[in-house]
């Protein structure tokens, strides 16, 4: 098993589908984000786990709902999105230790276009 | 507020000799964390070095040296004799616990670094 797997690694959804985006990783870390890119912007944070408790939430909207139902499971819920949500969303996962918190470890992404 | 700048959207450099990519910084925090990430075409982040604010020295991971210059607040990568799989986006990132329990991790415009044969 890779370190950080995403799944679906491509997703197309109308506006007023619901679906989730998925993550897992295998490296016994502590801490999972997610992340969107979106052409020629800096990757933006969007949530923040640390041991299942979610710790930041980076002024996103309600349409994206985060689930972190363990140390290794990380789920976005989207709902009712808009076309400029369309993005590569980010999975990653660190090993946090006081104020550092380590090297993230990327999943491959999960590109999503919202027609 | 923290913030990276890479100011080189696009570099060429053919193929076994040196690039250096450019990142500055800006933070208040004492403790924080700079790091380098490559991403090719296929979309993964790839963590490449990682240097601490109170390391002494520079880091080194293989051809990957980063450039540490606290007091001007900059974090260059630097690839030796580059490959042409070197060919990828390069992010640089900061993190920084500023002591509220938060995980800030920022990352910059990137640098798309094309090695030419």
């Known amino acids: 098993e890779t370190g950080v797997t995403q799944t679906p690694r491509h997703l197309v959804m109308g506006m007023t589908n619901k679906k989730s985006l998925k993550c897992e990783q295998h490296l016994g870390h502590n801490a999972m984000y997610w992340y969107k890119q979106s052409a020629k912007k800096p990757l933006e944070l969007m949530f923040v786990?640390?041991?299942?408790?979610?710790?930041e939430n980076n002024s996103v909207p309600s349409r994206f709902s985060p689930e972190c139902p363990n140390s290794s499971h990380l789920f976005l819920h989207l709902h009712t999105l808009q076309p400029e949500d369309s993005a590569l969303y980010l999975c990653?996962?660190?090993?946090?230790?006081?104020?550092?918190?380590?090297?993230?470890?990327f999943g491959e992404g999960s590109r999503l276009t919202v027609l | 507020a923290q913030k990276i700048t890479q100011t080189q959207p696009g570099m060429f450099v053919q193929e076994k000799e040196a690039v250096t990519l450019d990142c500055t910084y800006d933070?208040?925090?004492?403790?924080?964390?700079l790091f380098w990430y490559k991403q090719p075409s296929s979309g993964e982040m790839i963590f490449l070095i990682y240097q601490g604010s109170y390391d002494q020295q520079n880091a080194t991971e293989g051809r990957y040296s980063l450039n540490f210059q606290k007091a001007r607040k900059s974090a260059n990568l630097v690839i030796s004799a580059s490959q042409l799989g070197d060919s990828a986006m390069y992010f640089c990132?900061?993190?920084?616990?500023?002591?509220?329990?938060?995980?800030?991790?920022?990352f910059g415009t990137g640098t798309r670094l094309k090695v030419l044969a």
């Open positions: 933070t208040s925090d004492p403790s924080y964390g």
């Open positions: 786990y640390s041991l299942e408790e979610r710790v």
């Open positions: 990653a996962s660190s090993q946090a230790q006081g104020w550092n918190t380590g090297e993230l470890f």
């Open positions: 990132a900061m993190s920084a616990d500023p002591g509220s329990g938060t995980y800030k991790y920022i």
